[in-house]
T-cell receptor, first 112, second 115 residues
Framework: AQSVTQLGSHVSVSEGALVLLRCNYS??????LFWYVQYPNQGLQLLLK??????LVKGINGFEAEFKKSETSFHLTKPSAHMSDAAEYFC??????????FGGGTRLMVKP | EPEVTQTPSHQVTQMGQEVILRCVPI?????FYWYRQILGQKVEFLVS????????KSEIFDDQFSVERPDGSNFTLKIRSTKLEDSAMYFC?????????????FGPGTRLLVL
């Protein structure tokens, strides 16, 4: 069975600092990996996804993530945090069905 | 930009009552999903639906739950006799195709509180 672990339920960074949100997965087959963001009172919005091909994936709002098979990781990064990045971020995995399995989420706080 | 909508945004009900949560998926999408998130826990898959049939369901989706596409636009989740542990945020999602690589578009959720 597939599973996702997000290390750190809360991450706090200063505006302009690097954002690093960690995601590790387990899957019995090569996975498809997703990062979603949830702003207050809104639905989950796709930031980026990895399916096949290039392991460094670029998404919206300057975010990117790198699929590292050897580390079973798909960490999300952004070089410079902005106040508007404050939200909850969810990593998710699916294999051959269309059921998304989510991590526990990481709440990102950005300090001025 | 098209979006998934859900109603109501909040619902309070008494234990044992039936509730129906409503969703309007993106209009040209064919695959529909329900997920839930109990407070402090992970978002969990409940069910996927295509062509008027359930295509996948989780262990959570027992006989108390049912889904329906009553018309060309709505997709509903019914809980027949609510329990305290059904209190959660329920998310509807839709996708154009049912591929594992396909992006699922989520609604803002319905927060259900069972008293």
């Amino acid at each position: 069975a597939q599973s996702v672990t997000q290390l750190g339920s809360h991450v706090s960074v200063s505006e302009g600092a690097l954002v690093l949100l960690r995601c590790n997965y387990s899957s019995s087959v090569p996975p498809y990996l997703f990062w979603y963001v949830q702003y207050p009172n809104q639905g989950l919005q796709l930031l980026l996804k990895y399916t096949t091909g290039a392991t460094l994936v670029k998404g919206i709002n300057g975010f990117e993530a790198e699929f590292k098979k050897s580390e079973t990781s798909f960490h999300l990064t952004k070089p410079s945090a902005h106040m508007s990045d404050a939200a909850e971020y969810f990593c998710a995995v699916t294999d051959r069905g269309n059921m998304l399995t989510f991590g526990g989420g990481t709440r990102l706080m950005v300090k001025p | 930009e098209p979006e998934v909508t859900q109603t109501p945004s909040h619902q309070v009900t008494q234990m044992g009552q039936e509730v129906i949560l409503r969703c309007v998926p993106i209009s040209n999408h064919l695959y529909f999903y329900w997920y839930r998130q109990i407070l402090g826990q992970k978002v969990e898959f409940l069910v996927s639906f295509y062509n008027n049939e359930i295509s996948e369901k989780s262990e959570i989706f027992d006989d108390q739950f049912s889904v329906e596409r009553p018309d060309g636009s709505n997709f509903t989740l019914k809980i027949r006799s609510t329990k305290l542990e059904d209190s959660a945020m329920y998310f509807c999602a839709s996708s154009d195709r049912g591929l594992s690589t396909e992006t699922q578009y989520f609604g803002p959720g319905t927060r259900l509180l069972v008293l």
